[in-house]
């Protein structure tokens, strides 16, 4: 009964979920438009907060955060549950995607209609920089944070750790004087350590089962090996999709072809490069959490069983990508929430959150000038029609009260008329 006040909050969730395209990057500019601006579900200083912590922990960091905004509001249960909202339609549409290949085509499929999410994205993106600017860039030292982690990002956007690396940094930045803040008396509070405990004991079960029925080529390998390999994807991947989908692809395309593989012919978990590049390519194309993809990857790597074991698949692969994110943030953000209290933690938040804007900036930077590098070849058209698409959603968002989902739907239409 005590769920039933939050059906608003769920339903904002489910919209947001269904539209929100673009990556993390664009999904923060889309929660600060919705659970910000419209819904006052938190503030930009707490939303900030957030992005600031789970770009700090491994795991799908735009999911962590929209759960942890259900956590603020309603406990454990409403994160959960927020976290499911968030995390099955994008999952129910890669997990088709694996049936759908089995009688498509895919390379009839058209996506033309898609063209203006990009520039729409980097609207968000703009905004939501824009916003956290106003309320994290206050003195001197974190206008150099700033500006360093801007130009880091931008030259180094790949790298897999540079961005847990510019965030911590720029905590110890900021450390360097306690004029500012000094440290107050304070009472440490206790700490849970079931999640942590559950997490690592997860971790070590599947590495010690996977192997063990790999070697001993238990009838139900492939299903142990599969959630092991999604569970380890989802424990250590710091910096999102762009690192998750290497990492996979070397565990399911490359490394099946190897000498040492091909030598012992083990009946390993692999998948044709086009196969990969095909989900890569079109979890990009639809709203929600790129760690989706683990819903198609699940599915591809049993589709040869049977119907049920693919279903399976689909499943272990979403379990196995989501679960070690969920276990990692609802237990240190209440440690996080604890350390806080210290001068020392409260100081680096400052030069935190100036790294977590500067990547915003460098990410705004970064993928205007890889989207705008690729109209210039085609055509000057192409170059104008983005640049007003990009313009037009920031200035929408600063200055209407229109809703995200809206002006998704708006770029999705004027996609499907040019």
Request: glycine fraction near 8%.
């Amino acid at each position: 009964m005590v769920l039933i006040r939050h059906i608003p909050f769920l339903k904002a969730v489910f919209l947001y979920s269904i539209t929100a395209f673009g990556g993390p990057q664009g999904h923060y500019g889309m929660m600060l438009k919705t659970f910000v601006t419209q819904r006052k579900d938190v503030t930009e200083k707490e939303l900030l907060d957030l992005l600031s912590f789970c770009n700090m922990i491994p795991g799908a960091s735009s999911t962590q955060t929209v759960t942890l905004i259900g956590y603020k509001r309603g406990g454990i249960s409403l994160a959960l549950i927020t976290l499911l909202i968030w995390i099955l339609p994008a999952s129910f549409l890669m997990g088709a995607l694996s049936f759908l290949l089995n009688y498509f085509d895919t390379k009839s499929i058209n996506t033309q209609w898609l063209r203006f999410v990009q520039p729409m994205a980097i609207g968000f993106i703009a905004f939501s920089a824009l916003k956290l600017y106003k309320i994290s860039v206050t003195n001197t030292i974190t206008r150099i944070i700033l500006i360093i982690t801007s130009f880091i990002t931008f030259f180094a956007f790949k790298t897999p750790w540079v961005f847990p690396i510019l965030i911590i940094a720029g905590g110890i930045a900021t450390n360097f004087s306690d004029k500012r803040i000094p440290q107050k008396a304070t009472t440490p509070q206790k700490i849970k350590w079931a999640n942590i405990f559950i997490f690592l004991l997860l971790f070590a079960v599947a590495g010690y089962l996977s192997e063990t029925a790999t070697r001993q080529n238990w009838h139900n390998r492939k299903a142990i090996n599969l959630f092991e390999n999604h569970y380890r994807f989802g424990s250590l991947v710091f910096g999102g999709g762009d690192v998750l989908m290497p990492m996979m692809y070397e565990q399911y395309v490359v490394r099946p072809q190897t000498k040492k593989a091909i030598e012992t012919k083990r009946d390993v978990l692999k998948m044709t490069k086009e196969e990969f590049l095909t989900g890569s390519g079109l979890v990009r194309a639809i709203p929600g959490p790129v760690f989706s993809i683990a819903s198609f990857t699940g599915g591809m790597l049993m589709r040869n069983e049977s119907f049920e074991w693919h279903v399976l698949g689909c499943a272990l692969g979403v379990i196995g990508i989501f679960l070690p994110s969920a276990l990692l943030v609802l237990f240190f953000f209440p440690v996080w929430h604890n350390l806080k209290k210290y001068a020392v933690i409260f100081r680096s938040l400052e030069g935190i959150n100036a790294a977590v804007v500067g990547i915003m900036v460098g990410a705004f930077f970064y993928l205007t000038k890889d989207i705008l590098y690729t109209d210039v070849q085609h055509s000057i058209r192409n170059f104008g029609l983005d640049i007003g698409v990009i313009v037009a959603t920031f200035l929408v968002l600063e200055y209407s009260k229109i809703r995200a989902p809206f002006i998704v739907m708006a770029c999705l239409l004027l996609g499907f008329i040019l």
